[in-house]
């Protein structure tokens, strides 16, 4: 059977192309989106149905990996035009009232909240859809499989379909035009055994395409995952040697940064790639989660 057609939606997100993505599978009357993206890049999702001759209320399903807001923060305003939500039981209570979920971004974002992520609204609880994890999800023809991948979050699903893994942010973040890829350690819930548990999961399922969010799809799906599980060893061989100095929230940010812009040097990245990163993977952002896995998980 030939592969489905899988349509890249780039949501161009603060104006920069390759960060955030979206994917478009048709069948029949089904319109299914792999990731809502971020309400502020709502535009640029119209505009990427609108090449396939479709509107928002066209869609008819909405797959989350997970509810971060550069997933998940136009999911309430696809509820309303139509669309059923799916999302990790763990992730449900947050989409129908989003307020918790908002304050905390809010804490971090501060002025540049609306800016950044656009309105989060609540998704209509009646167009929420919770699948249990390994309950295949049958769309017309189209078949997706849930698999829970924590340790980037706890709430986190990759979808397999056919022979292509969209794998969210627990596969990693990779710009194109380079065999070089980041691990996105957010906190609240960065947690390197689950991560590396969730990968020789991900291997062991043999699909032979991997199409993480930020950005693309790719068919070197073993040099993707082991690459990926090695710079989670060595991140967090990074971390033990820096916290055996004790340093403050600051220390710790300024000195992951630095490693960063090294490993940016000697990848040769271009600066339009970096600040492709950037925006999908805040490096002041990974340090907090450093910070806080040491404390909560190293510490404990």
Known sequence: MANTRIVLIDLNFQGKSQA??????RDGDAAVLVE???????????????NEGLSPRDLTHVLLTHIHLDHAGA??????????????????????????????????????MNQ??????????????????????????????????PGHAEHHYSYVFEDV?????????RIPGFQYL????????????????SLALLKGMKFARIAPTHFGIYDDVDWHL????????????????????????????GEFT?????ESREKNLSMDVIRAYSLSNPVGMSADGLMRYWKKVRMA
């Open 226 to 253: 082991q690459s990926l599980d090695e710079t989670l060893a060595e991140m967090e061989r990074w971390l033990e040697r820096v916290m055996s100095r004790e340093p403050s929230i600051e220390e710790l940010r």
């Open 75 to 112: 999911a309430g305003w696809l509820s309303q035009q139509g669309a059923q939500i799916y999302v990790h039981p763990i992730g449900a209570p947050h989409l129908l009232n989003p307020e918790k979920l908002i304050a905390s971004a809010t804490r971090i974002y501060g002025d540049r």
């Open 36 to 50: 809502a993206g971020p309400g502020s890049t709502l535009s640029a999702l119209e505009a990427g149905l609108a």
């Open 258 to 262: 630095q490693y960063m812009e090294q």
């Open 20 to 25: 955030i993505a979206s994917y478009l599978i």
């Open 165 to 173: 893994c969209f794998s969210g942010d627990v596969g990693g973040v």
């Open 116 to 149: 950044l992520w656009g309105e989060f609204l609540p998704v209509a609880q009646n167009q929420l859809k919770v699948p249990k994890e390994a309950e295949e999800i049958v769309i017309g023809n189209l078949r997706f499989l849930p698999v829970h991948t």
């Open 182 to 197: 980041r691990a996105p350690m957010p906190p609240p819930e960065l947690h390197f055994g689950k991560w590396r548990d």
